[in-house]
């Protein structure tokens, strides 16, 4: 089956640091989701990416999606406290309307 | 505005009692439905997924089992917990011809003792 491979798996990071974290895959996806989990809830949707190239914002967090189709990264500036949790990467590809392909995740820690 | 909730947020079994989690959506029609478990090691499977009432697609071989008896409800049964079956479930929707994308509920966490 498909696989997301996601890196780092865990991060230590100061208060105000950038943070990097990116998704690659040896498939094809046409959509590429970044999810936050803070401990013991359910994933919260971050940004979604319909496009290759395309590249999204929401806030502090930014997001593309890679020309390849097969990666995907995200990036947090200045970092804050409340950025502490678990970040997913997820994707789909166009032969599957019903499932995703998730990573297994990038433990962040800020320090404040 | 489309919710999703699921319950009992914990619960405590013992070893041979069975499961009953259930999980509704609100504001949205024929949504795609999911169950996946979370384990210690911080990976989503995929347990179930559902396109309509009635229909349930099992993705691993294991002792649990989903049903779908409304439009918006999902439940996930099991008639006897093993010790394995502990973790963090999570119940999710996505829109029957969307892009993909899944919104969560809240999750249960479950310990079978």
């Known amino acids: 089956g498909q696989q997301l491979n996601q890196s780092p798996q865990s991060m230590f990071i100061q208060e105000g640091e950038d943070v990097s974290m990116n998704c690659t895959s040896s498939s094809i996806f046409n959509t590429w989701l970044w999810y936050k989990q803070d401990p013991g809830e359910g994933p919260v949707l971050l940004i979604a990416?319909?496009?290759?190239?395309e590249l999204t914002s929401n806030g502090r967090l930014t997001a593309q999606f890679g020309i390849t189709r097969k990666d995907s990264f995200l990036n947090i500036s200045a970092s804050i406290p409340s950025d502490v949790g678990i970040y997913f990467c997820?994707?789909?590809?166009?032969?599957?309307?019903?499932?995703?392909?998730f990573g297994k995740g990038t433990l962040l820690t800020v320090n404040p | 505005s489309q919710t999703i909730h699921q319950w009992p947020a914990t619960l405590v079994q013992p070893v041979g009692s069975p499961l009953s989690l259930e999980c509704t959506v609100e504001?949205?029609?024929?949504?795609?439905l999911y169950w996946y478990r979370q384990a210690a090691g911080r990976g989503l499977q995929l347990l179930f997924y559902?396109?309509?009432?009635?229909?349930i697609s099992s993705e691993v071989p294991q002792n649990l089992s989903a049903s779908r008896p409304q439009d918006r409800q999902f439940i996930l049964s099991s008639k006897k917990l093993l010790l394995s079956d502990s973790g963090f479930y999570l119940c999710?929707?996505?829109?029957?011809?969307?892009?993909?994308?899944?919104?969560f509920g809240e999750g249960s966490r479950l310990t079978v003792l």
């Open positions: 990416l319909y496009k290759a190239g």
């Open positions: 999710a929707w996505s829109l029957g011809l969307g892009t993909g994308e899944l919104f």
């Open positions: 504001g949205t029609s024929n949504p795609n």
């Open positions: 559902s396109v309509g009432i009635g229909q």
């Open positions: 997820a994707g789909r590809s166009g032969g599957s309307n019903y499932k995703l392909t």
